[in-house]
């Protein structure tokens, strides 16, 4: 049986390109690029081609991108680094990456997203005060693929902006957004954002935060001066080779392609399938996201029953998480526990073929169809 | 390395047999929990003091409806008395095993027994 991969919102395989770039630095170009002999200078030279690289697609300076370990470590920067003690504007939906620094924090605003799975920029704007330092807000969201107004916020915090002494950061994590959407930091206007090497079919252990030149950020690892001091520690050359090779790589393309796909699979799931809707907005939409609650059914067992036919994708049940909790991005939606209970996430990628999504909308309703019996619901 | 699920959790789970509702059942014990949200019914039909049949309706996990099958299976031809002495460990062993994650879904299934037993003696 041929399995097919539907979780690419998870991880991203590495493409072959990105990963034959990486090799070498792994054996013969192995060296510290601390190191001032001929042997580092070959990796000061790589890790200064892959932070051109990651520029170009911001459309940033070189020196305002700093290499991380991971997008989570890149989120806990811009947040810890960026609150200096005062109040935090976030959404109720973002990324554990996100919310867990911000509970760090006692001054916090978590904004509702609504039934759109979409926040309002008359929202951010309400909430502006006097202390507040910080406004993080990601691209798009992880678990239901809706698109953030991060343009619009930027271009309105630019004007609250002109009348404060004491400037306001904007952060959006773009780790869902990289491969579809433009990250252009002087069209979004954001000054810091976060992006992640296995999303975008790089390594993964690797990360970015961009870091908009004269933004003040506190430091919250010391070390040594790497990644001028924002990002202490022996870069991680291999993974941020791949990492530069794997945003020169992302091709806008696809984009249309994947989106055509998606369209396909939430028509014939919801017209296939009865009690079966649309999580979160389906205009404000990435490409590559499908999120669908099933009435009577639980997303854990829908995803086990897949599995079967060699099917991999992921849900948002409480019975399928550690904690025993549903996700907090369903339940920010207003969706009840029970609604939660029966979500299922798919999520497509460059790999993805036509075939592959026929396979699936010919395995799911008969899924479907069996644990309501089961279920008698 | 082991599957996340036993190869017996997966079976029982993609084909359980007594899934369904008993229309002339004796008695139901009706469960739920709280933390992840299942739903679970246990039909027992009872003669002379001994479960001649059981089945089961269940919304949850995988683990949940291998072990409702599970529960069915084990009390059909026991005593009552004997049936809710039934023990987790033992419908896990049925299983060969289950994540440490699921086991309360196993206990699930044991109270919905345990609530159809008390229903029946009511
Ligand atoms: C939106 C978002 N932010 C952050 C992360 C964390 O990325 P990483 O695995 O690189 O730490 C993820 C991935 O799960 C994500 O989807
Ligand atoms: S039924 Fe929810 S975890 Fe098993």
């Known amino acids: ?377 | 390395m082991k599957s996340y699920y036993s190869k017996e959790a997966v079976q029982r789970f993609m084909h359980p047999k007594f899934f369904g509702e008993m229309k002339d059942a004796d008695a139901v014990g009706v469960v739920g929990n709280e933390r992840c949200g299942d739903e679970m019914e246990i039909y027992i039909k009872v003669d002379n003091g001994k479960i001649i049949n059981a089945s089961f309706r269940t919304l949850g996990c995988a683990a949940a409806i291998a072990t409702s099958d599970v529960v069915c299976e084990m009390v059909i031809g026991k005593n009552i008395k004997d049936a809710v002495e039934l023990t987790e460990k033992e419908m896990v062993e049925k299983l060969e095993y289950l994540p440490n994650t699921k086991v309360h879904c196993a206990s699930l299934a044991l109270n919905g027994l345990r609530a159809a037993v008390e229903n029946y003696e009511k």
Do not use: W
């Open chain 1, 1 to 377: 049986m041929k399995k097919i991969y539907l979780d690419y919102a998870a991880t991203t395989p590495v493409k072959a390109n990105v990963l034959e770039k990486m090799m070498p630095f792994f054996t013969d170009k192995f060296a510290n690029p601390s190191s001032i002999h001929s042997f580092g200078e070959e990796a000061v030279f790589a890790l200064d081609d892959s932070r051109k690289a990651v520029a170009q697609f911001l459309n940033s300076h070189q020196r305002e991108v700093v290499f991380t370990a991971s997008a989570t470590e890149a989120n806990n920067m811009a947040v810890l680094g960026a609150s200096n003690n005062g109040h935090i504007i976030t959404s109720s939906f973002e990324h554990e990456a996100v919310l867990g620094p911000c509970k760090t924090h006692t001054d916090v605003t978590y904004l509702p997203v609504y039934k759109e799975g979409v926040v309002k920029v008359e929202d951010v704007l309400k909430e502006i005060k006097e202390n507040t330092t910080l406004i993080s807000i990601m691209y798009v969201n992880s678990e239901i693929g809706t698109i953030q107004p991060i343009k619009e916020i930027g271009e309105a915090l630019e004007e609250v902006n002109k009348n404060r002494k004491n400037k306001i950061l904007f952060h959006t994590d773009a780790v869902q957004a990289a491969n579809y959407l433009s990250c252009d930091v002087n069209n979004l206007k954001v000054d810091l954002l976060t992006l992640s090497g296995h999303k975008i079919y790089g390594p993964k252990g690797v990360g970015v935060l961009y870091v908009r030149e004269g933004s003040k950020i506190s430091q919250i690892l010391y070390g040594a001066h790497q990644e001028r001091g924002h990002r202490p520690g022996t870069e991680n050359i291999p993974a941020i080779v791949g990492m530069g090779e794997a945003i020169r790589s992302i091709d806008v393309n696809d984009s249309k392609k994947t989106k055509t796909m998606r369209d396909k699979v939430i028509d014939g799931i919801t017209s296939s399938i009865s009690g079966a809707a649309l999580n979160g907005s389906r205009e404000n939409r990435i490409a590559n996201n499908i999120n669908i609650t099933f009435t009577g059914v639980e997303g854990e067992s829908m995803l086990i029953a897949l599995n079967e036919e060699g099917i991999a994708v992921s849900t948002g049940s409480a019975c399928a998480s550690n904690s025993l909790s549903p996700s907090h991005v369903l339940l920010s939606l207003g969706l009840s526990h029970r609604a939660a209970h029966g979500s299922l996430r798919i999520t497509l990628g460059s790999m993805t073929t036509e075939k592959e999504i026929d396979e699936l909308l010919t395995k799911l309703p008969p899924i479907v169809e069996r644990l309501r019996e089961i279920s008698g619901r």
